[in-house]
């Protein structure tokens, strides 16, 4: 019982905490003078939303691993919690 409401408190600060890392990284300078050519190259073309797609599809890969290797994690720690009690 308590290993779940420390398990979904941990989900949650964690996705908090990549929230607002993602919020700063995406955050714009509104005091720039000079506007990044490239990146309006890339949007006039269409070719910016492939290079965030890519960024999602990693992004998404990253965060997939993570939680399969959490419960990997958390599943040893059970079977060595249990062999420890007996």
């Known amino acids: 019982m308590i290993d779940k ?3 979904s408190k941990k989900y949650f600060f ?3 905490f990549l929230m607002f890392v993602a919020f700063a990284a995406f955050a714009q300078d509104s005091t720039a003078t000079a506007p990044v ?7 006039a073309s269409g070719k910016i ?6 960024i999602l599809i990693i992004f998404t890969g990253i965060v997939i691993y993570l939680i399969s290797l959490d419960k ?7 079977e060595l919690k249990s062999k420890d009690k007996k």
């Open 37 to 43: 050519e490239m990146a309006d190259g890339m949007r």
């Open 49 to 54: 939303y492939v290079v965030l797609a890519v």
């Open 14 to 16: 964690t996705t908090l």
């Open 72 to 78: 990997k994690v958390s599943e040893i720690e059970k």
């Open 5 to 7: 409401k420390l398990r």
